[in-house]
């Protein structure tokens, strides 16, 4: 077995995406193994391998490890994308909390009711441009630096970029009033390990479509 953390997914974004992204940008290789139909899933929680039944899971140093957040902690911790101390890390908590709550919305609008879409479409942009865009704008001001969080990357900036470029993908004008949000996303995206996952080609998955999407549904939804 190569030493290589390996991803067990569906294979598209969904909750597995930032851990994509974090793992891309402390330039680290891994495997991935799709679920491609329900048996899949169903296969993994019957050998014990998914502590609540449930994906994302990574193996990764001996471990099988479940619950996204944890999975990013351990990542982010091991990989120097944590800060220097604890205040830096309660930073950087509160904020990809946050991040976290937005890119929930976004994750979820793909699956919703065609009835229900439009209302939710609605309110994640609202939401992303009144509550969270303007929250990140304030902190990059009154912090003044490069990063969110002291002076060097952390898996803070690493997960606001990842859902700039998502909101993007739907309003591309959305950073118009957010010049600090733009400087950032054009000084983030070119920090070199991002800047290779951003290439076409990358492990990092476009958004989902129509076929994904009937996949998501018909493994954990039937």
Known sequence: MSGKPKLHYFNGRGRME????????AGVEFEESYLEKKEDLTKLQKDGSLLFQQVPM?????MKLVQTRAICNYIATKYNLYGKDVKERALIDMYVEGIFDLNELLMTYEIQPAEKKAEHFANMMDKAENRYFPAFEKVLKDHGKDFLVGNQLSRADVQLLEVILMVEEWKPDIFAKFPLLQSFKARISNIPTIKKFLQPGSQRKPPSDDDVVDKVMKIFYS
């Open 18 to 25: 930032t851990i994509r992204w974090l793992l891309a940008t």
């Open 58 to 62: 990574v193996e990764i140093d001996g």
